[in-house]
């Protein structure tokens, strides 16, 4: 594991070297570095992963931690790859998305410091096992993401979102801490080995410490209810840091999760119809607040829980798989998870990216001012085309592969000849279903409203062409990878079989009945795009034979910018079925006169979690505090009285013990 801790140590110290060089060069070394870092991470993950081996390594520190072992398994490498390959692109792309900061942000420095940091802590985390190094890994993972979150400081909604992500984790690092204390407890360790001991010995221990680690690790990855972080974090970032935090930090939450699970000999029934329910609410109430919001990059954040949804969709159905003792059925489950994985860490993140390309150009995330940027943005178009038919899960693309494993194996569980089991799958299958349908009504809104039309204002407007190249590239790479998996699933599942199989405890990988369904699958995305190029190409032959005449137009002139659809008009029909979900904030000015000078009308919908539970918190939490306020004066004489007040007390305290 030599060349995998040497790529470490790249990217830890590669922001460093990066800071030392002029603005116009820091981004672009920084990538340099970052692209050898990956190339020694990945070639001994991809190692791993070919020759299905576990790398292992260990270090001697202090008496508290003892020996500290590093293991690069099937699961691990997979990680490995998702993350160096993910970051990279991200990187390659905050040379464009950067160079408007470069001069005008003070901490341009730190935050090329802590993005490598970030990647660093990512990696240690899917190999750290021994479980005090990793909360170690995990607490530098949460806080350089937390200073890369506050980027731009000096706004106010950008700090308030980056001390809640940083509330929000702590107290996810708490219920991990839980989970862990009581293996180390029972095993007298803090060896994950030992802790896999433990618990198959164990399995009321077991039970317990997974919910403590699910709602630890839930939290990271944005599982409804520890999801609340998630929506504003990820707007206020940076687009490239949020392209990362959503394709892969997020996941690092699911890798414990898979970790977790892989100690287990089998999961009770209960936490897998648990896991499975949390699910299938995470993904519908995700999309269903997708589709409400008007802030692009917010609306993808939503949809990031969506999609944890749906990957925790399948692990649950690989949980079912174990405590029902069906092999085939817990690989399957576990497989469409795992692509699910690594299918939206790349879609998520060419969406993101491309949001941040319409972002840069137009300085607004507000969809409903936007329209018309096809024309001067025609590649980002295209490529927001792209990542929203993939994250739709619609064919030729990948999303379609990995949410087909996932509804094959909850096929899969009707088998299993339990009437619980079926009323609970049937109600997940629609659920997913419903899950697809808005999630395609979400991106017809999205694309619709931003690139096509007219431009509904000046900075609409502004855009006189697409991206730089360094944008536009990563993107390129990431559609490809959509297509190139939809293309060609069997491989891609045969890779995914391996980190499955590890989280099954299962050695020999048996043949499964999808496999060849995965080849057939192939053969139809082909058929499907031959298809297609065949009615391009009798377009295009007989295009110059149709003559084109403007009818008459009812005496109608000519459009304007507010003769569109606005992206609240558009979803309104099936929001409005939907009423006591939401929280509505209206803002009406309606017409007055015949010929009124001005009118407007917007909706603000609030998350009821939010709204209801969050900030009701907050403000007793700020009442009682104010409570409080008299006591720091900034009087030295009252500061030098409370401390002779609190020794008195110490003293009349220690004569009662005494």
Not at 417 to 434: E, N
Request: with cysteine; proline share 3%; charged share 10%.
């Amino acid at each position: 594991m030599s060349s995998f801790f040497t790529g470490i140590l790249i990217y830890v110290f590669s922001g460093f070297i990066a800071s030392v060089f002029g603005n116009k060069n820091k981004v672009k070394i920084l990538s340099i570095f970052s692209f050898i870092a990956s190339l020694f991470c990945t070639t001994t993950a991809v190692d791993v992963l070919f020759k299905e081996q576990c790398l292992t390594a260990k270090f001697s520190f202090s008496p508290i931690f003892g020996t500290v072992n590093f293991a690069l398994d099937s699961l691990s490498a997979f990680f490995v790859v998702i993350i160096c390959l993910m970051s990279l692109m991200g990187l390659i792309y905050a040379n464009g998305y950067l160079k408007p900061y470069l001069d005008k942000v003070k901490n341009i420095n730190s935050h090329l410091t802590f993005l490598p940091l970030l990647i660093a802590s990512m990696l240690l985390v899917v190999s750290c096992q021994n479980a005090l190094a990793f909360l170690i890994f995990w607490e530098i993972m949460s806080l350089s993401s937390f200073f890369l979150v506050i980027f731009e400081s000096d706004k106010k909604d950008v700090l308030k979102a980056g001390v809640k992500y940083l509330v929000f984790m702590h107290i996810s690092v708490i219920f991990i801490i839980i989970a862990f204390a009581l293996c180390a407890i029972n095993s007298g360790s803090y060896d994950f080995s030992l802790f896999a001991q433990v618990l198959k010995e164990n399995s009321h221990l077991a039970n317990l410490v997974f919910i403590f680690a699910f709602i630890g690790f839930g939290t990271k990855a944005g599982f409804v209810p520890f999801h609340n972080w998630l929506p504003d974090a990820h707007p206020a970032a940076p687009s490239h840091v949020s392209a990362i935090m959503s394709g892969v930090m997020i996941k690092t939450g699911i890798y414990g999760i898979l970790r977790v699970l892989s100690f287990y000999a089998a999961p009770s029934k209960e936490l897998a119809f648990s896991v499975l329910i949390i699910s299938v609410i995470s993904a519908l109430y995700g999309v269903l607040y997708a589709i409400t919001q008007h802030d692009l990059k917010r609306l993808l954040a939503y949809h990031s829980i969506e999609n944890i949804g749906i990957i925790g969709v399948g692990v649950g159905v690989g949980m079912l798989g174990l405590a029902y003792g069906q092999t085939q059925l817990a690989l399957i489950g576990f497989a469409g998870g795992i692509l699910h994985i690594l299918n939206h860490s790349i879609f998520k993140e060419l969406l993101f990216l491309s949001a941040g390309s319409v972002y840069i150009k137009t300085h607004t995330r507000n969809i409903e001012i936007l329209g018309g940027l096809i024309k001067p943005m025609p590649y980002s178009a295209a490529l927001f085309l792209i990542g929203s038919v993939a994250i739709c899960a619609l064919p030729p693309f990948n999303g379609f592969i990995s949410e087909f494993l996932i509804y094959f194996s909850m096929l899969k569980t009707l088998a299993l000849k339990d009437f619980f089991v079926l009323i609970l799958m049937l109600f997940s299958i629609a659920g997913l279903a419903l899950v697809g349908t808005m999630a395609v009504l979400c991106f017809t809104k999205a694309f619709s409203i931003i690139f096509l039309g007219m431009p509904r204002s000046d900075k609409a407007k502004a855009p006189t062409s697409d991206s730089e190249k360094s944008m536009l590239l990563p993107m390129c790479f990431l559609a490809i990878l959509t297509l190139l998996i939809g293309l060609f699933p069997q491989y891609i599942f045969d890779i995914v079989l391996k980190p499955a199989s590890v989280v099954a405890n299962i050695n020999i990988i048996p043949t499964l009945a999808c496999s060849d369904l995965m080849q057939t699958i192939s053969l139809c995305a082909f058929g499907f795009i031959l298809f297609i190029l065949v009615l391009l190409i009798i377009k295009y032959k007989f295009s110059n034979k149709i003559s084109m005449y403007q009818t008459w137009g009812c005496g109608y002139d000519r459009a304007n910018n507010r003769m569109q659809y606005s992206a609240s008009s558009y979803a309104s029909p099936f929001l409005s079925m939907l009423k006591p979900l939401f929280k509505k904030i209206f803002d009406i000015e309606k017409p007055r006169q015949l010929f009124p000078k001005s009118a407007h009308f917007s909706l603000h919908i609030d998350d009821i979690e939010e709204a209801y539970i969050i900030n009701p918190i907050v403000k007793f939490d700020e009442w009682f505090l104010s409570k409080f306020e008299t006591i720091q004066s900034g009087n030295i004489q009252s500061y030098i009285k409370y401390g002779l007040i609190f020794l008195v007390l110490i003293i009349i305290g220690s004569l009662f013990i005494g």
